[in-house]
């Protein structure tokens, strides 16, 4: 702005000069303006915006122009600079006017700005009073820059200044920054939690405070490399806490230069590694406790390389159970323990749960290979081991041995060859589906059901045997239990036996598995329950016609009851007629005699006067008032509200009357609605206490 000063005022003089001849040659006025406009455009590349004292335009530079959308000079001179600027910061501007025409320059002030088109942009502003040589004012110059790019710059930077911070007092890892000399002079909240100190006690501290003595030399050592390199090793140490207490870490040091290059602070990047140690102690006891199991177990545990099937350990087991030493074991491959059939079988899954990603245990019945020769039955039990990148690399597996079990389950299929014998001497009926829903066999009440020998049911589905409607409901079922692997029980369905008779039955289905745990039919148990639902059915019949008899004997005894509710309510309009003849004696035969008593008794007897006239006034109001409002009520209501009125809780008067509770509480509602408080809130013993 200075510089712009300087060369306007060579501007100044020279405009100054020709006005002094203005009446000679009122054009030198004009070539004046176009002088000082070409000249300020030439000088300076920001928009520049000439003024009269008043604010009104006289000139205007092409990239003022540009800045505010214009296209000609023309549209702006004779205009208030006011146009130029945002509504709600006219006010700001009129001040600054007035602080320029006072301290002759202000120098970029922020504004918000105005294009022709409405849209606002920030922008700087810097203005100038121009004066004659004798020092009065003449016009008022402006040069504006557009801040919208350095606006965007600064709110980025705020932006990153807040991830930063952010980022810095969230990070799970410890960070501290401290001088060249190790004192602390600032760190984030988790440094904080780490030592126990407070931010004002941590800047007392240097980071051999915080660390013992025996590492001092390790900490020297890395530091002295990072400001060789820039940065240190990641290395572990221990940390001392507020309350004394020693943890491990792991840091690593970073060095920050100044703008110089020349080393300022260390910055140190610390994580607690207590859990990683602790993890650490427990995998060694898990090793050590594995080895122990392996070295111990009657099953052979190994690991084997899945890329050339070569053991990696095999546990001592091995001899007993195939025939070798652990180390002839680990000489040989996959090839050499199993039969041709059964490896091809391992590694045809082996490859598809790779393939597929999957990750669980997989059982697998195999044939084994002795050292003797002759084969025997294997159980492995096997899982990957991944490596960092998660493939899967090797394989943990446990081979057992079982022959044993395998005589087991062969006598145990011929008990179940017994049991299918059983299962055709019951009534129930049990069959057996394949995962197509066809018939693979089924019991003799089944077949004698449907009416076909049993040894053609087989290959069956139910469209064969049952109507589309019942066929496609059992179907339906068999798919779900197929297709989820989940039983269903107890289901309540219809069938049509062999004679054409529907009847009713209650089914439990059942998944079948394979040797692999996969689906390979389903078991059906249906029990016919026809017997059942008749007697139900009857049941239901006589239920209904008791309740009809009950309905019907319960209107006689309403009908008696309004014949009774009627004799009643008479008896209650003679009761009232009563009560209110004695309201009436009381108040034209006792009352009159009262007060002429209490003009002429003794002042000393005149309490027990006015106390009697009080209660006669209570006893005859309260007459008329109770008396109007029982004559509304039926002779239960009416015993309900002296109970009321007498403290007694609906329980309690459900014991007196011998009723049920809601019936005491369905007597207060139409007490109330009687009484014309369901709209009130009052309390009903309250307002009852105010009728008397």
């Known amino acids: 702005m200075e510089n712009f000063q300087l060369k306007f005022k060579h501007i100044n003089e020279e405009m100054?000069?020709?006005?002094?001849?203005?009446?000679?040659?009122?054009?030198?006025?004009?070539?004046?303006?176009e002088n000082i406009r070409k000249n300020l455009v030439a000088v300076f590349p920001?928009?520049?915006?000439?003024?009269?004292?008043?604010?009104?335009?006289?000139?205007?530079?092409?990239?003022?122009?540009?800045?505010?959308?214009?296209?000609?000079?023309?549209e702006l001179l004779g205009q208030s600079i006011f146009v130029l600027i945002a509504p709600e910061n006219h006010k700001k501007a009129q001040q600054y006017l007035e602080r320029t025409f006072k301290e002759k320059i202000v120098r970029e002030v922020e504004f918000t700005f105005v294009r022709k088109d409405g849209s606002h942009f920030p922008a700087s502003l810097s203005a100038a009073l121009i004066e004659d040589p004798e020092g009065k004012p003449q016009a008022l110059i402006a040069t504006t820059s557009d801040i919208t790019e350095r606006k965007k710059a600064e709110k980025a930077l705020i932006e990153s200044k807040e991830k930063f911070e952010h980022l810095y007092q969230s990070s799970f890892d410890g960070i501290a920054e401290s001088d060249l000399d190790g004192n602390i002079i600032s760190c984030n909240q988790t440094y904080l939690d780490m030592t126990g100190y407070s931010e004002k006690e941590i800047k007392e501290l240097t980071y051999l405070d915080l660390t013992p003595p025996k590492w001092h030399q390790l900490d020297k050592k890395q530091i002295e490399l990072c400001l060789k390199r820039g940065y240190s090793d990641l290395y572990e140490k221990e940390r001392i806490r507020k309350d004394g207490t020693t943890f491990p870490i792991t840091i690593r040091i970073w060095l920050r230069k100044d703008k110089q290059g020349n080393p300022l602070r260390l910055w140190g990047i610390v994580r607690d590694i207590t859990e990683q140690k602790k993890a650490e102690e427990e995998l060694r006891a898990s090793e050590k406790k594995f080895?122990?199991?392996?070295?111990?177990?009657?099953?052979?545990?190994?690991?084997?390389?899945?890329?050339?099937?070569?053991?990696?350990?095999?546990?001592?087991?091995?001899?007993?159970?195939?025939?070798?030493?652990?180390?002839?074991?680990?000489?040989?491959?996959?090839?050499?323990?199993?039969?041709?059939?059964?490896?091809?079988?391992?590694?045809e899954k082996m490859q598809k749960d790779i393939s597929s990603g999957k990750i669980s245990t997989r059982i697998l019945q195999l044939e084994a290979i002795h050292k003797d020769g002759h084969i025997f039955p294997v159980e492995i039990n096997a899982t990957f081991i991944y490596d960092s990148q998660k493939k899967p690399r090797e394989i943990l597996g446990v081979a057992r041995d079982i022959t044993e079990r395998k005589k087991a389950e062969d006598a145990l299929k011929q008990k179940i060859e017994e049991q299918k014998v059983l299962l055709s001497s019951i009534s129930a009926f049990v069959y057996f589906k394949d995962t197509k829903l066809k018939l693979v066999t089924a019991n003799k009440a089944f077949a004698d059901m449907v009416g076909i020998p049993q040894d053609q049911l087989v290959g069956k589905t139910a469209n064969?045997?049952?109507?589309?409607?019942?066929?496609?409901?059992?179907?339906?079922?068999?798919?779900?239990?197929?297709?989820?692997?989940?039983?269903?029980?107890?289901?309540?369905?219809?069938?049509t036996d062999a004679e054409g008779?529907?009847?009713?039955?209650?089914?439990?289905?059942?998944?079948?598995?394979?040797?692999?745990?996969?689906?390979?039919?389903?078991?059906?148990?249906?029990?016919?329950?026809?017997?059942?639902?008749?007697?139900?059915?009857?049941?239901?019949?006589?239920?209904?016609?008791?309740?009809?008899?009950?309905?019907?004997?319960?209107?006689?005894?309403?009908?008696?009851?309004?014949?009774l509710k009627e004799i009643l309510a008479n008896i209650s309009e003679e009761k009232m007629e009563i009560?209110?003849?004695?309201?009436?004696?009381?108040?034209?035969?006792?009352?009159?005699?009262?007060?002429?008593?209490?003009?002429?008794?003794?002042?000393?007897?005149?309490?027990?006067?006015?106390?009697?006239?009080?209660?006669?006034?209570?006893?005859?109001?309260?007459?008329?008032?109770?008396?109007?409002?029982?004559?509304?009520?039926?002779?239960?209501?009416?015993?309900?509200c002296n109970m009321i009125k007498n403290g007694l809780t609906s329980k309690e008067i459900s014991v007196e009357l011998n009723i049920a509770i809601t019936t005491v509480q369905k007597h207060r509602q139409k007490i109330r609605k009687k009484l014309g408080l369901t709209a009130n809130k009052a309390n009903l013993r309250s307002y009852l206490i105010s009728l008397s």
């Open 579 to 640: 009560r209110r003849e004695i309201s009436s004696n009381v108040d034209q035969i006792i009352m009159p005699i009262v007060l002429k008593l209490k003009r002429t008794v003794a002042p000393g007897n005149l309490k027990m006067v006015e106390l009697l006239e009080n209660g006669l006034k209570e006893l005859s109001s309260s007459s008329v008032n109770v008396l109007s409002a029982y004559s509304r009520l039926s002779p239960r209501e009416i015993e309900i």
């Open 501 to 563: 008779k529907t009847r009713w039955a209650s089914t439990s289905k059942v998944p079948y598995f394979d040797e692999d745990g996969n689906v390979i039919g389903m078991v059906g148990i249906t029990i016919d329950i026809t017997d059942h639902k008749r007697a139900d059915e009857e049941l239901k019949k006589a239920r209904n016609e008791l309740e009809k008899k009950v309905r019907e004997r319960t209107k006689e005894l309403e009908k008696k009851n309004i014949a």
């Open 291 to 347: 080895k122990l199991l392996a070295e111990h177990s009657a099953d052979v545990i190994y690991r084997m390389n899945i890329e050339n099937e070569e053991y990696l350990y095999v546990s001592p087991s091995v001899k007993k159970v195939f025939g070798y030493t652990p180390q002839e074991a680990l000489s040989l491959t996959i090839r050499d323990i199993l039969t041709p059939e059964s490896y091809k079988k391992q590694y």
């Open 464 to 495: 064969d045997l049952f109507p589309k409607k019942q066929a496609d409901a059992f179907n339906e079922d068999d798919k779900k239990v197929i297709e989820s692997g989940s039983p269903m029980f107890n289901i309540e369905e219809q069938f």
């Open 46 to 74: 920001e928009a520049i915006t000439l003024t009269d004292l008043e604010g009104s335009i006289l000139c205007a530079s092409s990239r003022t122009l540009e800045m505010h959308g214009y296209v000609t000079e023309e």
């Open 16 to 33: 100054l000069e020709k006005m002094s001849d203005v009446n000679k040659d009122d054009k030198c006025i004009t070539d004046l303006w």
